[in-house]
């Protein structure tokens, strides 16, 4: 079965400072990986998407996160955070269609980052 | 990205009542969508998948009879709650998987409905 781990449920940045979230996944067959950022009262929104190829990949709004297979990883990064990157961020696994395994997405527990002025 | 849309995005009905909530994909067809539940501050629960001309796969625990699921066509799925109590007052957001095009592989949320059961 399928599961992530977003480590913090809480991280707190200056606005300027680095943004780091942290995601580990596990997953039986080489992975899609996810991330969604969610503002108050609203729906996902994708950041960026990791499925094959180029494991840095480059989102939305200056993020970008780099699959490592080795630690079972796909962190999200932003070098400068600005007050409106303050929301929920959701990391997400699913398998590629005929993989035999799940398509659904199934997500982490999301962090809550806040941006400091 | 591909737009799905949710309809209402927020409303209000009476205990033991039946709510219908709506979500298409405006730019592109979907077989399979699926619907979630968010309770405050915590994560999506998957509640079922939705696919398209047959029947929704429920997710362990998660009521057939009371959360009815009707895909008809490749754009519009609805969620039905049935009988709806205040415990089932949440967030409820659809989802869309892509499957048309290099975007294959992505599923794109809708905004999300609020359902508030007095």
């Known amino acids: 079965a399928q599961s992530v781990t977003q480590l913090g449920s809480h991280v707190s940045v200056s606005e300027g400072a680095l943004v780091l979230l942290r995601c580990n996944y596990s997953?039986?067959?080489?992975?899609?990986l996810f991330w969604y950022v969610q503002y108050p009262n609203q729906g996902l929104q994708l950041l960026l998407k990791y499925t094959t190829g180029a494991t840095l990949v480059k989102g939305i709004n200056g993020f970008e996160a780099e699959f490592k297979k080795s630690e079972t990883s796909f962190h999200l990064t932003k070098p400068s955070a600005h007050m409106s990157d303050a929301a929920e961020y959701f990391c997400a696994v699913s398998n590629p269609r005929g993989q035999g395994g799940s398509e659904k997405l199934v997500f982490g527990k999301g962090t809550k980052l806040t941006v400091n002025p | 990205g591909a737009v799905v849309s949710q309809h209402p995005s927020r409303v209000i009905c009476k205990s033991g009542t039946s709510v219908k909530i709506e979500c298409r994909s405006l730019?592109?067809?979907?077989?399979?969508m699926f619907w979630y539940r968010q309770f405050p501050k915590q994560s999506l629960m998957l509640m079922a998948t939705s696919n398209e001309g047959s029947k929704a796969t429920y997710e362990q625990g998660v009521e057939k009879d009371k959360f009815l699921i009707n895909h008809a066509s490749l754009t519009l799925s609805t969620l039905t709650v049935t009988s709806a109590h205040p415990e089932d007052s949440s967030f409820y957001i659809c989802s869309a998987r892509v499957i048309q095009g290099g975007d294959g592989n992505t599923i794109y949320f809708g905004e999300g409905s609020w359902l508030t059961v007095v």
């Open positions: 730019d592109f067809q979907a077989t399979t």
């Open positions: 997953s039986s067959v080489p992975p899609y």
